[in-house]
């Protein structure tokens, strides 16, 4: 309830604050909704949105392979961890209009290019993340398993991957959060087409209305990703937690 | 009989920070007869849960001999550590499949212990929804139900309030009645030393110094003045008030030959 109440005053906002500004520069939610379906009902986002979607999927799967290993690796082994260090750091800060430019330049202009630049881009956040998590499992948890006699394959199944799952769940989140983003730049400097393509384009023709609504309707999508896929899935998974009061 | 476990001139030691050699363990020997209970009393940091670490088989790194002779070990630590992803029943079900308990037997055990420790009504609770007390208690039963042969526990109520603590020790003393399994209890505490066990052993700088037994007829009552009277004169024996070096005569005459080489300040800072 609180949600929807929410989610109404944002529009509302939107809406005043579109006022200040003339509708070609600053369109309300109104006009930007009608321009959203006029291109909906013409069939002209179809083709785009799946490009963008498969990008987002195959950055977002290649980050997690690349990633959550890594991260694994470097909260159990020390030597790992202190050679590997460096350079997470450094493939943090390279920006990622930077690893866009060299997989286009090396690559070519193509599908592969763009998921590796997305992927490499983003999975040093996840690393990161799981490299905390794995800091943090439970070695107690480790010790009672070995007095009950179980063998490694299984404490590293049923004893420390229970324990890192919170993490890949939490990564593979704000993950998708950020392969979005870097999706779109990278349709914008190296793609024929998806969203990022879109935006560009209608930038260029300084259709405002047109921009406004490519946002609306992939910020739509993501949330529905978010609230159709990944919070039934997380509440699932996570049923054993107690919840959090405070 | 052949003891339940034989410990023959144990030593451990490590290497600390600064490169000094500390000796944790000093040349230990010990025997715990089958189905004995025996509660090794000491103040944290005596080396009694290294001990039960080597006699658990956690840590292989030392000198001298230990081994445990009564098949399989259970072992119940400080805290429940439980899986707080499975149920009641799923923590029971892992440690039954992790100790290749045949599947068709998994049900009568749990049954059985969880009756005992009346948790019978609570194997769906995920750890979380069940109070400290009770998770102890589960604890117990996932030691019991892999039926081991030796049961070690490691301080297991100290993190317990009092009135669940003594609940717990007086099911621990009727389980034990019924299966008779070897138990060696470690604790710092001297109440619930002599409300145990059938023999005390004090521990203290990684050596036993005085071994006691507990003359108290079982089954024992929370409230026997025996066990009240015994445990002051463990606490007299050792040192009277906290952190106070005791006057020569608070030694009283009876008792004086049960501790005379403990040393003080450590009994001092025991929890008893």
Redesign the interface.
């Given at each position: 309830m609180l949600k929807v109440v929410s989610l109404v005053v944002a529009v509302i906002v939107w809406g005043l604050l579109s006022l200040t500004l003339p509708p070609e520069i600053f369109p309300g939610p109104l006009e930007t909704a009608k321009v959203l379906w006029g291109e909906i009902a013409g069939g002209r986002v179809e083709t785009d949105v799946a490009m963008t979607m498969l990008r987002v999927v195959g950055g977002l799967v290649l980050a997690l392979l690349l990633g959550v290993p890594i991260g694994v690796l470097m909260g159990l082994n020390r030597r790992a961890e202190a050679v590997l260090d460096v350079w997470v750091m450094i493939g943090l800060t390279v920006p990622s209009l930077c690893y866009a430019i060299m997989a286009f330049m090396w690559f070519g202009l193509n599908e592969g290019a763009a998921i590796i630049a997305i992927a490499v881009t983003a999975a040093p956040s996840i690393t990161i993340n799981i490299w905390e998590g794995v800091k943090n499992v439970d070695t107690?948890?480790v010790?009672?398993?070995?007095?009950?006699?179980?063998?490694r394959p299984?404490i590293v199944r049923?004893?420390l991957l229970?324990q890192i799952y919170p993490y890949v769940m939490a990564s593979a989140r704000f993950g998708l959060g950020i392969i979005w983003k870097i999706t779109v730049l990278v349709e914008l400097i190296g793609r024929p087409n998806g969203v990022g393509f879109k935006l560009f384009y209608w930038y260029q023709l300084a259709d405002m209305r047109q921009v406004l609504a490519w946002t609306l309707l992939f910020t739509i999508i993501m949330l529905l990703i978010e609230l159709v896929i990944l919070k039934p899935i997380e509440r699932r998974i996570?049923a054993?937690?107690?919840e959090v009061a405070v | 009989m052949k003891p339940a476990i034989h410990v023959a001139s144990l030593r451990k030691t490590f290497k600390g920070r600064d490169g000094a050699t500390h000796t944790v363990l000093k040349n230990l020997d010990l025997e715990v007869g089958v189905g004995e209970f025996l509660c090794i009393l000491g103040p944290s940091g005596c080396g009694k849960s290294t001990l039960l670490n080597v006699l658990a088989g956690l840590d292989k790194v030392y000198e001298g001999r230990a081994s445990v002779s009564s098949g399989r070990i259970g072992y119940l630590f400080q805290e429940p550590r439980l899986l707080p992803w499975l149920t009641a029943e799923g923590n029971l079900d892992f440690a039954l499949a992790s100790c290749r308990v045949p599947t068709e037997r998994w049900d009568q055990l749990k049954s059985r212990y969880l009756a005992m420790t009346g948790l019978s009504d609570y194997r769906t609770y995920y750890p979380h929804q069940i109070s400290g007390g009770m998770a102890q208690r589960l604890a117990l039963v996932r030691a019991l139900c892999v039926e081991p042969g030796i049961l070690l526990m490691d301080e297991p109520f100290s993190g317990l309030d009092e009135i669940t603590a003594r609940r717990i020790r007086t099911d621990l003393l009727t389980i034990w009645e019924e299966t008779r399994k070897t138990i060696v209890f470690v604790t710092h505490n001297a109440y619930e030393a002599c409300f145990l066990a059938d023999r005390i052993l004090v521990m203290s700088g990684g050596a036993f110094q005085q071994e006691m037994p507990v003359p108290i007829a079982r089954p024992r009552s929370y409230d026997d003045s025996a066990v009240f009277e015994l445990s002051r004169d463990v606490i007299k024996a050792f040192g009277d008030g906290m952190g106070r070096e005791p006057a020569p005569v608070a030694v009283p005459k009876p008792h004086s030959n049960l501790v005379d080489d403990l040393d003080r300040h450590t009994a001092a800072r025991m929890n008893l």
């Open positions: 107690k948890l010790a009672m398993a070995r007095i009950f006699e179980a063998s299984v049923r004893v229970p996570f054993w937690r107690p | -």
